[in-house]
């Protein structure tokens, strides 16, 4: 079946340090792939999309992602991470030729961030 | 800026009660979704619209019904709101043009139902 996960439900980071969240997904051709973020009482935000090309792909506020054919990935990265990224993260997907077919959204990793 | 407005941030009602909630995009976007957001669940859409008087049911459209009168309004209708319902509700809207790339949010309401 199709899907996208997001294996982790809650992660904690020290600020300053390293950040990587998960996202596999499970589509017949690579689909479009994005990364949201929503903010503490906010909506969600777009940080970075993959649609072709370049693999690492650079979004806003410092972030990037890496996509990996191999293993079905796009993982999201920080090199240091800032108290004010405590947030919850989305992955999303959207299968390739498929009309008008809405994003799907995984389930959402939150990220607390610890000083 | 994009501006994606839901009319209330906080909402209680009552089991039974018919309940009305509103968005309003100011971008002249073609598309617009309801979605409800879980702990554990993510974002599960109910209604999208990709014009006008035009709306098509998502993953979990059962107890909510839609309605798009005009481009820039979507409203989303608990037609007899149930506890099960109470949720945070997200509004989004994008632009009709290629592949649906950029998904501009509201903030959301939440809904408790009593």
């Known amino acids: 079946a199709q899907s996208v996960t997001q294996p982790d439900i809650h992660i904690t980071v020290s600020e300053g340090a390293s950040l990587e969240l998960r996202c596999n997904y499970s589509?017949?051709?690579?689909?479009?792939l994005f990364w949201y973020v929503q903010s503490p009482g906010q909506g969600l935000q777009l940080l970075l999309k993959?649609?072709?090309?370049?693999?690492l792909v650079q979004g806003i506020k410092g972030f990037e992602a890496e996509f990996k054919r191999s293993q079905s990935s796009f993982n999201l990265r920080k090199p240091s991470v800032h108290w004010s990224d405590a947030a919850e993260y989305f992955c999303?997907?959207?299968?390739?030729?498929?009309?008008?077919?809405?994003?799907?959204f995984g389930k959402g990793t939150r990220l607390s961030v610890i000083a | 800026d994009v501006k994606v407005t839901q009319s209330s941030r906080y909402l209680v009602k009552r089991t039974g009660e018919k309940v009305f909630l509103e968005c309003v995009q100011d971008?002249?976007?073609?598309?617009m979704f309801w979605y409800r957001q879980d702990p554990g669940l993510g974002l599960r859409l109910i209604y999208f619209?990709?014009?006008?008087?035009?709306?098509e049911k998502g993953d979990i459209p059962e107890g909510y019904s839609v309605s798009r009168e005009k481009k820039e309004r979507f409203s989303l209708i608990l037609e007899s709101a149930s506890t099960n319902q109470t949720s945070m509700y997200l509004c989004?809207?994008?632009?009709?043009?290629?592949?649906?790339?950029?998904?501009?949010f509201g903030s959301g309401t939440q809904l408790s139902v009593l």
């Open positions: 971008m002249d976007h073609e598309n």
């Open positions: 589509y017949g051709a690579t689909p479009y």
């Open positions: 999303a997907v959207l299968p390739r030729n498929s009309g008008n077919t809405p994003l799907v």
């Open positions: 619209s990709y014009d006008v008087k035009m709306k």
């Open positions: 993959y649609f072709s090309g370049d693999t």
């Open positions: 989004a809207s994008s632009d009709g043009l290629g592949v649906v790339e950029k998904l501009f």
